[in-house]
């Protein structure tokens, strides 16, 4: 977050060229890219726990 942050700043700035901020921006696209899939998987593995702790909590029907 903190160099997407400092890549809009850059990209912001009078001085940044064209050429640049074309790279900037691939740049950006990747860590956002890269920040949706380790988002997208830490919610999967809080997915499975959720699903693990309600299993544990059901009371099984043969009691």
């Given at each position: 977050m903190n160099r997407l942050e400092a890549i809009l700043d850059?990209?912001?700035q009078p001085e940044t060229t064209l050429?640049?901020?074309v790279k900037l921006y691939a740049e950006a696209a990747s860590l956002t890219e890269y920040c949706?899939?380790?988002l997208e998987k830490a919610s999967l593995?809080?997915?499975e726990?959720?699903?693990?702790?309600?299993?544990?909590?059901t009371p099984e029907?043969?009691?």
């Open positions: 850059q990209m912001q050429a640049e901020s949706r899939n380790t593995q809080l997915d726990i959720d699903a693990k702790c309600a299993e544990a909590q029907a043969d009691h």
